[in-house]
């Protein structure tokens, strides 16, 4: 099975500091995105990446970058946390060719206090 | 117009009614198509792939109509533990990028 492994399950953060969300990929998936998951929002793309050191703007990257160093490892970063960015984060990978879904990460609950 | 449009939920249904998902999409060029599903603050996971010929799993049957761009999901004799968020799930044709519907919530009631 695909694992695909959120470094924390829960989060408490305050408002201003750095935040490091991590990801990892055993499958040697080329794609891998972050999204962000509000009720009555839905899923939001904020990042993803489709090769090593490659990222793309997704619908809500404002007040986010992220990392790519190595194929199986993809960072989501909040330079400086608002409470705004309270939210369940989800990490995903897929592989670039073929009509396979995602394996999601079991997600991230972020709170900015 | 959103890319991938779902039936608003809730939907409260008996056990073993059955109940159906519809869903539409917009982009005609669109590869692949899924549904998810979600349980209470869990992630999203494959229920299962939907192709042309329409698909059947156990009590879930996926059909797609790429004429119409519609894809539908039924749930026959549905339990309680089918008791989750469904989300209708789309793959464009820009490298591996997924859309996905709003979701639509479905609590199945002893």
């Known amino acids: 099975d695909v694992k695909v492994t959120q470094s924390s399950r829960y989060l408490v953060k305050r408002t201003g500091e750095k935040v490091f969300l991590e990801c990892v990929q055993d499958?040697?998936?080329?794609?891998m995105f972050w999204y962000r998951q509000d009720p009555g929002l839905g899923l939001r793309l904020i990042y993803f990446?489709?090769?090593?050191?490659?990222?793309e703007k997704g619908d809500i990257p404002e007040g986010y970058s992220v990392s790519r160093e190595k194929k199986e490892r993809f960072s989501l970063i909040l330079e400086s946390a608002s409470t705004n960015q309270t939210s369940m984060y989800l990490c995903?990978?897929?592989?670039?060719?073929?009509?396979?879904?995602?394996?999601f990460g079991s997600g991230t609950r972020l709170t900015v206090v | 117009r959103k890319e991938v449009e779902q039936d608003p939920g809730p939907f409260n249904v008996p056990e073993g009614a059955t109940v159906a998902f519809n869903c539409t999409y917009s982009?005609?060029?669109?590869?692949?198509f899924f549904w998810y599903r979600q349980d209470c603050r869990k992630e999203p996971k494959l229920l299962m792939s939907?192709?042309?010929s329409g698909n059947e799993d156990g009590r879930f049957t996926a059909q797609l109509n790429r004429a119409s761009q519609y894809i539908s999901l039924l749930i026959r004799d549905s339990k309680l533990s089918d008791s989750a968020t469904y989300l209708c799930v789309v793959r464009g044709n820009q490298g591996g990028k997924l859309i996905f519907g709003q979701g639509t919530e479905l609590s199945v009631k002893p």
């Open positions: 995903a990978s897929t592989p670039l060719t073929g009509n396979y879904g995602y394996t």
């Open positions: 939907v192709y042309s």
């Open positions: 499958m040697d998936h080329e794609n």
């Open positions: 982009n005609s060029a669109s590869q692949s």
């Open positions: 990446s489709y090769d090593v050191k490659m990222k």
